[in-house]
């Protein structure tokens, strides 16, 4: 905490991790004595830079851009750009600190990091986007390149902003290289990169449910988010039997408990993709489903919740409410969206829990996937990358299992996680000595 003033979020992330690693270092040898958790909570470099950009009255805007490369023992940097005026030090941190065992869990070679600015998208014109991106890559390209750091996108980065990006990398460096991932099509994103992240956490749970011997056939679901991963989410619960009832945005949700079909999904993707309005306009459309205002969806009643928004937005009497109602599954589509008292609840009943670094990591599995098309300079069919994503959300899970199955059976898949995920990261970073 001294090291780290006023960074509660990263904090939290190393707490929580902490609390695993450490009983896991002391009662195995060969990981004593190399200080890796003292080095892994070291970022290996940080960068911060100035972001100024013209707006379209001819003002000048400054805004303030970061990249934490946060550990590069099993591959590059890897990890999202989240543009968002909530953004700090203390949350790329903890962002960056989580990738670095989510990576390591997909089982390619990606280090760790994260990056981004406190420049706020909404509200924005087109041309102010562009010109904040061209000016963010403008200082960030000379840390990148497709063997150092490939960002992605996250939080209000999307396939427009990684396209300007990418267009400005190109233009200063003149080459033709992966150094970002979530690319469109023409230009070498991979196929089913938009959908894996909820895609992968909707299979991350039905690996769950299957141990179990049930399956998603039938069951209710509360999403939190409209955004990428909570609309991907959506779409494959509904594809897979369940019926999706919530979605929200930072305005509030709506519950629609006639279940949100493939129908009414175009509609809210319309709305946030197309138009980037509210979700309350859903009620105006299927007048049987209600808006929330300033709410949460975890005081409904569903059998699986989905937190799929932003970092600790699913509290202590949130979770104990999904508890009462019978709630069986909780899969963090986010990052860190639920507190860590809210996780002890869900533990403490023995309901099924998934921490984000594990049920989510099928987007940056998917973003390596779109690294290894580009240097083989091949396009694979979706239903190829589709099926490497099953695969690896399945090794993921079972990974969880291995380190996280408790004598009763129980399975604690957030020791689970950050076992498996430390585990290679050390092995690597033993071998490759003190740096
Ligand atoms: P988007 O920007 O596409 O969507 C974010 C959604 O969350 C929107 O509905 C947004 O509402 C809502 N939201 C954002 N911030 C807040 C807030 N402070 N309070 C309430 N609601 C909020 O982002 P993604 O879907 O890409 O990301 C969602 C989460 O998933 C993040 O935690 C991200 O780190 C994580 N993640 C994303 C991956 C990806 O591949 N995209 C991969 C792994 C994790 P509004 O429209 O009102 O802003």
């Not at 999307?158 to 400005?168: K, L, S």
């Not at 988010?225 to 979605?247: C, D, F, P, R």
């Not at 306009?281 to 205002?293: C, G, I, K, L, S």
């Not at 009462?324 to 963090?332: A, K, S, T």
Request: aromatic share 8%; hydrophobic share 35%; net charge negative.
């Amino acid at each position: 905490e001294q090291a780290n003033p006023h960074q509660p979020e990263f904090l939290q992330a190393v707490e929580e991790v902490a609390e695993t690693i450490i009983p896991f270092i002391e009662e195995n040898k060969k990981y004593q004595n190399h200080c890796l958790l003292e080095r892994m909570v070291e970022p290996e470099r940080v960068i911060m830079f100035r972001v100024t950009w013209i707006d379209d009255q001819g003002s000048i805007q400054v805004n303030r851009g970061y990249r934490i490369q946060m550990n590069s023992a099993i591959g590059p940097y890897k990890g999202g750009l989240r543009f968002h005026p909530s953004v700090n030090l203390s949350i790329l941190k903890f962002l960056a600190f989580e990738q670095v065992f989510k990576n390591s869990l997909t089982t390619l070679p990606m280090g760790g990091g994260k990056g981004g600015s406190d420049f706020n998208p909404k509200g924005k014109s087109d041309s102010e986007v562009m010109r904040f991106c061209q000016s963010f890559i403008t200082e960030l390209y000379r840390h990148i390149g497709p063997n150092t750091d490939v960002p992605a996108g996250d939080i209000g980065v999307g396939a427009r902003e990684v396209g300007y990006m990418f267009g400005q990398y190109k233009r200063i460096q003149n080459e033709f290289t992966g150094i970002l991932t979530g690319k469109g099509l023409s230009f070498g994103g991979s196929l089913v990169r938009p959908e894996a992240t909820g895609y992968g956490n909707v299979y991350f749970a039905q690996c769950m449910l299957e141990r179990k011997g049930d399956s998603l056939q039938g069951k209710s679901v509360l999403i939190s988010g409209s955004g990428n991963v909570a609309q991907y989410a959506a779409e494959k619960a509904t594809e897979l039997g369940a019926k999706v009832i919530t979605m929200s945005d930072s305005s509030g949700y709506i519950v629609d408990q006639e279940g949100i079909d493939e129908e009414k999904l175009a509609f809210i993707m319309e709305i946030k993709n197309e138009r980037r309005g509210r979700i309350n306009e859903y009620v105006d459309q299927y007048p049987n489903a209600t808006f929330h205002e300033g709410k949460t969806p975890w005081g409904e009643k569903g059998d699986i919740a989905m937190p799929c928004a932003t970092q600790n937005e699913l509290f202590k009497e949130d979770a104990q409410k999904l508890v009462d109602n019978g709630c069986i599954l909780v899969g963090e589509g986010a990052n860190m969206p639920c507190t860590p008292d809210a996780v002890e609840v869900f533990q403490k009943s023995k309901i099924l829990f998934s921490p984000g670094k594990a049920s989510n990591a099928g987007g940056v599995a998917t973003s390596g996937l779109e690294m290894s098309q580009n240097s083989l300079r091949l396009n694979w069919p979706a239903e190829k990358v589709d099926d490497k994503l099953k695969t690896i959300m399945k090794d993921i899970h079972d990974a969880c299992v291995q380190y996280g199955q408790t004598t009763d059976g129980y399975v604690d898949y957030v020791k689970g996680a950050n076992i498996a995920g430390f585990v290679k990261v050390a092995d690597a970073m033993i071998a490759q000595g003190a740096v």
